[in-house]
């Protein structure tokens, strides 16, 4: 999708150097609860099918997004969750509640700690380009549309423009998203290109970072460095 080594011009000796992980499989990755710790997700926090889900990251820059999605029009007998993160400010997290209090088939969770329950049951997921949830959504094989970051950083939109071009998502440019761009994603039918995205992709990422690790600690040098 990005090879660094080329798209930056590594070295020949910095590019022996460098391994691929691959994407990070959430699916293989466990994470861990405690007593103090709220439940991961309650069972009245998942609606009935079909539901749509909205997620943006940490919720800092997720406004619009999460504005546009709760003023869209949802397809009939569809539900939508909106997932707003920690991070969002206290005054949109009340607007958004008030909002989707306003609607029945709508519903706002601040912070939940893993959402990947949720999202293995959604039909389809609108969120932001971050790579854990853009992760998720290949691992589950859900259709997408991905709403990229452009501004500090251009990260999230390179990665959803490459996808997008891959055809394994839908990309909308924040710039032009609007309720209307939402409801007509949503009313279209859905891509089947979603479930290949894992036989396309590496997800092979956390089974072989093992193997990574294990090379750079018994690689020559650090072997010269033990011994010295």
């Known amino acids: 999708v990005f090879d660094t080594t080329a798209e930056y011009s590594f070295s020949d000796e910095v590019r022996s150097k460098t391994r691929f992980t691959g994407y990070l499989d959430p699916r293989d990755c466990w994470l861990p609860t405690t007593s103090r710790e709220a439940p991961v997700v309650q069972a009245e926090d998942i609606p009935p099918n079909p539901f749509v889900l909205c997620e943006v990251g940490g919720g800092q820059d997720g406004a619009p997004l999460a504005r546009a999605f709760l003023d869209a029009a949802l397809p009939a007998g569809w539900h939508g969750i ?4 920690p ?11 008030h909002r989707a209090a306003a609607r029945r088939d709508m519903r706002v969770l601040e912070f939940v700690t893993d959402c990947r329950p949720i999202l293995a049951k959604a039909d389809r997921v609108i ?5 854990n949830t853009v992760c998720e959504v290949m691992a589950y094989g859900k259709p997408a549309l991905v709403v990229p970051r452009v501004v500090p950083r251009t990260e999230q939109l390179i990665r959803a423009e490459r996808l997008a071009r891959m055809g394994l998502i839908d990309m909308a440019n ?22 290949t995205a894992t036989r396309r992709i590496d997800m092979q990422g956390t089974r072989r970072l093992p ?3 294990e090379e750079a600690m018994t690689s020559p040098r650090e072997a010269a460095h033990a011994s010295a």
Do not use: N
Not at 82 to 85: A, S
Not at 176 to 192: C, D, E, K, V
């Open 211 to 213: 193997g990574l690790l």
């Open 82 to 85: 909106l997932v707003t993160g």
């Open 174 to 195: 924040p710039d032009q998203l609007t309720a209307h761009t939402i409801s007509s994603w949503l009313a279209s039918p859905g891509p089947s290109h979603a479930t």
């Open 127 to 131: 969120c932001m380009g971050g790579y």
């Open 87 to 97: 991070q969002m400010p206290e005054s949109h997290r009340a607007e958004f509640q």
